[in-house]
């Protein structure tokens, strides 16, 4: 049998990564399938550059390799596909609940009638929205924003500039919460949402137009 | 030659016997063996194979155990515990259908004659 020498596997191996395979375990699977093909090409007496260049444009014609992967990612990820259309769900039912507490406070008929448990629902709905729905929305809006800005603005500033920007809204939030519950604290919490937001705006705005050009 | 969406329904199969079989395989193995088993007449591209391997290991009915070999780490297949029990069931399931397409398939032949 006809091995291949440590250098030509590597070159295999980064031909491989060329085309767009990054997950370990394909990697392994491809990179082993193509040696042994060339291996076996090479079997006739050819040499390694015209098997290789023969078995691999049989093996991945263009965008074949990045195919396969796209294939396995999703039947990987769809588990965790569903996972997220269960939190898109419960999302949506936070944010609507929200707005219609904040409409009902707003032309003031909830505290009118005294639904049972009205209370504790809002209570449930903030925890909610401060600890898990806005932290999703700005980790989502961060790693899009690290992904698309690319070198135009440093790592630790869209970091600092993202993390003021969570604070901003989950300050504005608290602050709502705390004055349609006639809780002491809701105009200090304003206060610190226009301070933050006056820190985070020129960031955004920087941002904004350093991707627009 | 068959087609790829024929191909495609029964790789799942397929691979399940061939491991009930043999044990542990790798890709190109797997690949070798029916190509060689059905005398070239089917003919598995990489592109079905490994989506299929990838689908059972998601469903828990395959493990695999990576091994150095010739400078290059080679992943085996075999079924996994829970992966036994399903094999079988599928291979039973795919004995019938097959024993019920011929039947189909021979009762229009002879309709035709």
């Known amino acids: ?213 | 030659m068959y087609s790829k969406e024929l191909i495609r329904g029964t790789l799942r199969p397929i691979i399940l016997k061939l491991l009930s079989e043999h044990g542990k395989m790798y890709g190109y193995e797997i690949c070798q063996t029916i190509r060689s088993m059905t005398r070239e007449q089917l003919i598995i591209k990489e592109g079905s194979l490994y989506p299929a391997l990838y689908k059972l290991k998601e469903d828990g009915l395959l493990k695999v155990e990576t091994v150095k070999v010739g400078g290059r780490d080679r992943q085996y297949y075999s079924l996994a515990r829970q992966g036994n029990a399903e094999a079988k069931e599928q291979i039973a399931e795919f004995s019938r259908f097959l024993k019920t397409m011929n039947t189909l398939f021979k009762a229009k032949t002879d309709l035709s004659i």
Not at chain 1, 3 to 20: D, F, K, S
Not at chain 1, 164 to 175: D, K, M, Q, Y
Not at chain 1, 191 to 207: D, E, K, N, Q, W
């Open chain 1, 1 to 213: 049998m006809n091995m291949l020498t440590e250098a030509q596997i590597q070159y295999i191996r980064e031909r491989v990564r060329q085309e767009g395979i990054n997950r370990t375990d394909l990697e392994h699977d491809i990179l082993d399938h193509l040696c042994c093909l060339i291996e076996a090409e090479m079997e006739g007496g050819g040499n390694f550059e015209d098997a290789f260049e023969k078995v691999f444009e049989d093996f991945a014609p263009t965008g074949g390799l990045k195919r396969i992967q796209v294939e396995v990612n999703y039947i990987s990820l769809k588990k965790t596909i569903i996972m997220k259309k269960f939190a898109v769900i419960a999302e949506s039912l936070v944010m609507i609940l929200f707005f219609v507490t904040t409409l009902l406070q707003g032309i003031r008929l909830l505290n009118q009638y005294a639904w049972p448990f009205i209370a504790e629902l809002a209570f449930v709905n903030q925890y909610a929205m401060c600890l898990f729905i806005l932290p999703r929305y700005w980790l989502h809006h961060y790693r899009m924003a690290v992904r698309e800005s690319g070198e135009s603005m440093s790592l630790a500033i869209t970091r600092f500039a993202f993390i003021i920007g969570f604070l901003c809204t989950e300050s504005f939030v608290n602050a709502v919460f705390f004055k349609m519950m006639h809780m002491p604290g809701g105009d200090q919490l304003f206060i610190i949402t226009a301070i933050l937001g006056m820190i985070y705006v020129p960031f955004y705005c920087v941002r904004k137009y350093r991707v627009a050009v």
